[in-house]
């Protein structure tokens, strides 16, 4: 079956510090990929999306992730966080199916919090 | 062009009462998804729209759970009677066809159920 895991719950770094922010997924074949984003108050953003192609995306607001099959991992990454980074992040896959794409799965999310 | 809309942003209703949450998707987007947080929990899938055909509804909870989409446009998903469980944030999402995986998410609609 298909799943989603992220293992940090939440994690605090302080404003100018790098980020990463880790996805496992479990997948039978190639996945599509993606990392969305809730600030408060707002709906979910896509920061960044990978299908195929070079294995390391870049997303808005400075974000980036990398696909790695070989660990069934999509981490996503940011070299210096902002305040307004504060927020929670979902890791998602969705399956491709013959009549075309359906639902995505979702991680359980993983909440920033930035120190100033 | 305009997002997703869900409305209302927000609701309260009690026990053994009637909901119903709109979507309106991004214009000319044919598949429209219904998914649902429950407090601590992931975001789960509902159901699936292509135009106004459910494609998949193999998440929805039970048959107190009722989804349309009229005419392959909005959608409506209305819940009666509301059990306290169905506290929740729903989300509908849209993408525009069979080879667009990529999903586009409203708001959210917060129903709280007393």
């Known amino acids: 079956a298909q799943s989603v895991t992220q293992p940090d719950i939440h994690i605090t770094v302080s404003e100018g510090a790098s980020l990463e922010l880790r996805c496992n997924y479990s997948?039978?074949?190639?996945?599509?990929l993606f990392w969305y984003v809730q600030s408060p108050g707002q709906g979910l953003q896509l920061l960044l999306k990978?299908?195929?192609?070079?294995?390391l995306v870049q997303g808005i607001k400075g974000f980036e992730a990398e696909f790695k099959r070989s660990q069934s991992s999509f981490n996503l990454r940011k070299p210096s966080v902002h305040w307004s980074d504060a927020a929670e992040y979902f890791c998602?896959?969705?399956?491709?199916?013959?009549?075309?794409?359906?639902?995505?799965?979702f991680g359980a999310g993983t909440r920033l919090a930035v120190h100033p | 062009e305009a997002g997703v809309t869900q409305f209302p942003s927000h609701s309260v209703i009690e026990k053994g009462q009637t909901v119903t949450l709109r979507c309106d998707p991004i214009?000319?987007?044919?598949?429209l998804y219904w998914y649902r947080r429950v407090m601590g929990k992931e975001i789960k899938f509902l159901l699936h729209?292509?135009?106004?055909?459910?494609?998949?509804e193999s998440g929805m909870p039970n048959n107190r759970f009722l989804a349309e989409r009229t005419g392959g446009t909005y959608s409506t998903l209305k819940v009666q009677p509301a059990e306290l469980e169905d506290s929740g944030v729903y989300f509908c999402?849209?993408?525009?066809?069979?080879?667009?995986?990529?999903?586009?998410f409203g708001p959210g609609t917060r129903l709280t159920v007393l």
């Open positions: 999402a849209s993408s525009q066809g069979v080879r667009s995986p990529t999903q586009y």
């Open positions: 997948y039978g074949a190639t996945p599509y």
């Open positions: 990978y299908f195929s192609g070079d294995t």
């Open positions: 998602a896959v969705g399956a491709r199916s013959s009549g075309g794409y359906n639902k995505l799965i």
């Open positions: 214009s000319g987007h044919d598949n």
């Open positions: 729209f292509v135009k106004e055909s459910k494609q998949d």
